[in-house]
């Protein structure tokens, strides 16, 4: 069965500093594989996303994940945090029998702290 | 613009109490998920329709029914709702194609307490 493990519940990091999440998958296939933002009190948001190819992907507000098939890994990066970027974090692993029938498998997810 | 809209965005019940949480989405997707949101627990799948007329169980369907009443529209059921149910409650669809930029978009949730 798939599944996905977000090591790390909560991480404080220093604005400017840089960043890793990590998360780890576990899936029969080649894995569909996504990362998620949410603010508080807010719907998520899709910041990347990885299907094919490159394994190093780039998504929205400057954040990049690379995705490791020999470690089962997809981890978030990003080489200066913002205040902004204080939000609860996501790793998904997108499978099932295509089309129609694609389900999402969610990390219980990473809390970001920034401190100014 | 288009999207998922969910509502209620609030509401609170009783225990025993019935209530139905509607999901419309008006970017003609076949398939539809209601999910839900517990603090540490990141977003467990309740029930899914891969198209009109099929429903589908998903990883934690006790205590709900579902209805999809059209290509647009899925509902969730909660019958007799207990205090276990509360939590906040995501509609998404996807695409056919996971290709596209946004294989699935989500609503802005449905905030649920149960006393």
């Known amino acids: 069965a798939q599944s996905v493990t977000q090591p790390d519940i909560h991480i404080t990091v220093s604005e400017g500093a840089s960043l890793e999440l990590r998360c780890n998958y576990s899936?029969?296939?080649?894995?569909?594989l996504f990362w998620y933002v949410q603010s508080p009190g807010q719907g998520l948001q899709l910041l990347l996303k990885?299907?094919?190819?490159d394994t190093l992907v780039q998504g929205i507000k400057g954040f990049e994940a690379e995705f490791k098939r020999s470690q089962s890994s997809f981890n978030l990066r990003k080489p200066s945090v913002h205040w902004s970027d204080a939000a609860e974090y996501f790793c998904a692993v997108g499978w099932g029998g295509g089309g129609s029938n694609y389900k999402l498998t969610f990390g219980k997810g990473t809390l970001l702290t920034v401190n100014p | 613009n288009a999207g998922v809209t969910q509502t209620p965005k609030f509401q609170v019940l009783k225990t025993g109490q019935s209530m139905t949480l509607q999901c419309a989405q008006d970017?003609?997707?076949?398939?539809m998920y209601w999910y839900r949101q517990d603090p540490g627990m990141g977003l467990r799948l309740i029930y899914y329709s891969a198209s009109e007329g099929t429903t589908d169980k998903g990883e934690v369907p006790n205590g709900y029914n579902v209805s999809r009443l059209n290509k647009r529209e899925f509902s969730l059921r909660l019958e007799s709702a207990a205090p276990s149910q509360t939590s906040v409650y995501f509609c998404a669809s996807t695409v056919l194609d996971w290709g596209s930029d946004q294989p699935q978009h989500f609503g802005d949730g449905t905030r649920l307490s149960i006393l």
């Open positions: 970017m003609n997707h076949n398939s």
């Open positions: 899936y029969g296939a080649t894995p569909y």
């Open positions: 990885y299907f094919s190819g």
